[in-house]
């Protein structure tokens, strides 16, 4: 019996130890981003020596990748899936970027730092948010009924409506609140989905010379 308590306690500590450098390497993360978060970082923040750290992680992209999977679990992101339920691809947009945008800004400084560090590093750093906001792309995409071009145009405007920087422009240097940012990119949106023709459309009437009057 003593034998299975000391191993039940020893497990404790192995997992509590885990969990130190797990939570110190998203600290870090949150605070200076992956690109500045070094080994020697993560083990003095967890407060362990560097070869314990090992011991659990055999190299830096498994920590990061531990990293990655406590925050999302954590800070679970927007779910597109019950959004499929909204017949109206409208409302159905306005639903999805209202809940993208609420993330965006409870989580804005780590995101911050990863996304920026995810263009120096590449994969896997930021990968789960990439694929997320494809899943988020795909359910907002549905229902509009466009022909190929079309599809292409919308697709392109949605992943600009989606977008962390488009946020922060429009929200930190824009001054817009929340249901505002998402009206107007909603607006913008919905003007795409009217289709290529009437974009060259609009284009033309505000580009094409005004008549001249005739003169009395």
């Known amino acids: 019996m003593p034998r299975k308590y000391e191993l039940r306690a020893r497990a404790a500590r192995q997992e509590d130890t885990r969990r130190r450098i797990v939570d110190a390497t998203v600290e870090l993360h949150r605070t200076i981003g992956p690109a500045r978060t070094s080994i020697s970082a993560i083990a003095k923040r967890a407060g362990v020596q560097r070869h314990t750290l090992y011991r659990h992680f055999p190299d830096e992209l498994s920590v990061f990748k531990a990293c990655s999977e406590r925050y999302r679990a954590l800070n679970p992101l927007p779910e597109p899936g019950p959004w499929r339920a909204v017949a109206d691809p409208q409302e159905r947009l306005r639903i999805g970027l209202n809940a993208a945008y609420a993330y965006y800004a409870r989580h804005e400084e780590i995101m911050t730092n990863v996304l920026r560090d995810a263009e120096v590093m590449g994969p896997p750093i930021g990968m ?38 488009t946020w922060r422009l429009l929200v930190r240097q824009g001054g817009l609140d929340r249901a505002e940012a998402v009206e107007a990119m909603a607006a913008l949106v919905e003007f795409a989905g009217a289709g290529p023709a009437a974009v060259r459309s609009a284009a033309g009437d505000r580009t094409r010379p005004a008549a001249r009057r005739p003169q009395d």
Do not use: N, T
């Not at 948010?129 to 190929?148: S, Y």
């Not at 071009?149 to 962390?164: E, K, Q, W, Y």
């Open 128 to 165: 789960a948010f990439f694929k997320h906001r494809d899943e988020m792309l795909a359910v907002l995409g549905r229902g509009w009924r466009l022909g190929r071009r079309g599809g292409r145009l919308i697709r392109a405007v949605l992943r600009l409506a989606l977008d962390f920087q």
